[in-house]
Nanobody, 128 residues
C-alpha cells in the first residue's frame, strides 16, 4: 500500500520561505512522478509542481515558476518542495501526490487530473 506523509507547513510572513516534505512508502518511488497540489478556502484545487523521479525533470505552474523548487531524494523516498518569496496568495492546504510507476508529469497540469495516490494536507499560511 502506498502511503504519503506530508509535513513542513506553517505560518510565515510574506517574503519568507518554507520547505515541504513528502515521505513515501510502499511505492516504486524512482519510477514514479510525484508532486504537489494546493487548495485555498473556497477555491478549486490547483496543481503546483511535479517531478519525474526517473530523470529529475521538473514541471511548475505559472504561480510556482521562479519561486518554488521541487526535488526528490530517491534513495530516501522523500520529495521536497522549497517555497521562496512566499506571498499571502500562497496560503492554502498543500497536498503531495504520487502517480505511477512509469508515468510522467505532463498530465498533472490538466484540469481534473487525479494522481494515483494522495497524502494528507499540510497547511501553509502566509501573512502580509
Amino acid at each position: 500500500e502506498v502511503q504519503l506523509q506530508a509535513s513542513g507547513g506553517g505560518l510565515v510572513q510574506a517574503g519568507e520561505s518554507l520547505r515541504l516534505s513528502c515521505a513515501a512508502s510502499g511505492s516504486r518511488f524512482t519510477d514514479s512522478a510525484i508532486g504537489w497540489f494546493r487548495q485555498a478556502p473556497g477555491q478549486e484545487r490547483e496543481w503546483v509542481s511535479c517531478i519525474r523521479n526517473s530523470d529529475g525533470r521538473t514541471w511548475y505552474s505559472d504561480s510556482a515558476k521562479g519561486r518554488f523548487t521541487i526535488s526528490s531524494d530517491n534513495p530516501e523516498n522523500i520529495n521536497y518542495l522549497r517555497m521562496d518569496s512566499l506571498e499571502p496568495e500562497d496560503t492554502a492546504i498543500y497536498y503531495c501526490a504520487l502517480d505511477g510507476p512509469y508515468t510522467s508529469c505532463g498530465p498533472w497540469k490538466r484540469p481534473g487530473f487525479e494522481p494515483d495516490h494522495w497524502g494528507q494536507g499540510t497547511q501553509v499560511t502566509v501573512s502580509s
